[in-house]
C-alpha cells in the first residue's frame, strides 16, 4: 500500500500548480457548477492514471539498465530544473474554456471535456514518463505489476482529491483567486521544483565524481 500513498501524494500535490484545467474547474465551481467543475477534475484524473500506468509499466522494465537507469535521472533533473525555470518565472497560462451560466448539467459531457483537455497537452506523457524515471531510479517503490498498479491508481485518487479541496476553498471563499494570488501560489511550487532539481543534480554530480 506505500505505493498507493506515494502515488496520492505525488498526484495531490503535482496538480496544485495552475493550469487550464485547473482554471477550468474554478470558473465552473465560482458560477456554482459544482458538480460540472467536479467532472471536468475527476475526467483529468482518469487520464493521470492512463498516463501513470503506462509511463511506469514502461518504465520499470528498463530501469535494471544500468546506462537506461542513469540516461533518466539525468533527463529527471533536466526536466525539472527547466519545469521549475518555466514555473517560477513564465507566464500564468490561459484556459480557452469558457463556461456561462446558462450551461446545462451535461454531467458526461464535462467528463469527456476535462479528459479531451487533459489529452490536447502531450507534455503530460512526459511528465508521468519523468515521475515514473523518479520513483524506479530512485526506488521510492519496488518495481513490480503490484506496485506499478497501485502507485498509478494513488495518483488518480490524489488528483481526484485536489480538485474536491479545489471546489471547496472556492465554494467556502476562502481563498480569493486573484490572478496575483493564483501567480504567487504558482512560483513558489517553481521554486520547489528547482530545489528539487538542484538536489537531484547535487546527487548525480557526487555519483559522477565518485565513479
Not at 42 to 56: E, N, P, Q, R
Not at 180 to 207: A, C, H, P, Y
Amino acid at each position: 500500500m506505500i505505493a498507493f500513498f506515494v502515488g496520492l501524494i505525488i498526484g495531490y500535490l503535482t496538480t496544485i500548480p495552475i493550469g487550464p484545467i485547473n482554471l477550468a474547474v474554478m470558473m465552473k465551481a465560482l458560477r456554482n457548477h459544482t458538480a460540472q467543475a467536479l467532472m471536468i477534475g475527476t475526467g483529468s484524473a482518469l487520464m493521470d492514471v492512463i498516463y501513470c500506468g503506462a509511463a511506469v509499466f514502461g518504465i520499470g522494465s528498463l530501469v535494471s539498465n544500468p546506462t537506461i537507469d542513469t540516461i533518466f535521472r539525468v533527463s529527471t533533473f533536466v526536466i525539472f530544473f527547466i519545469y521549475g525555470l518555466k514555473t517560477t518565472f513564465g507566464k500564468l497560462p490561459e484556459t480557452h474554456f469558457q463556461p456561462n451560466d446558462d450551461d446545462v448539467p451535461g454531467f458526461k459531457r464535462y467528463f469527456l471535456l476535462g479528459m479531451a483537455m487533459y489529452f490536447s497537452n502531450p507534455s503530460f506523457l512526459a511528465y508521468w514518463i519523468t515521475i515514473g524515471g523518479i520513483v524506479h531510479g530512485y526506488r521510492v517503490i519496488e518495481s513490480n505489476m503490484l506496485n506499478n498498479a497501485l502507485f498509478a491508481l494513488g495518483t488518480g485518487v490524489g488528483v481526484t482529491v485536489w480538485f474536491f479541496t479545489l471546489v471547496e476553498l472556492v465554494e467556502r471563499q476562502k481563498v480569493k483567486f486573484e490572478v496575483d494570488r493564483i501567480r504567487k501560489i504558482t512560483r513558489f511550487f517553481g521554486l520547489v521544483l528547482l530545489v528539487v532539481s538542484s538536489v537531484l543534480g547535487w546527487n548525480l554530480t557526487k555519483e559522477f565524481i565518485l565513479h
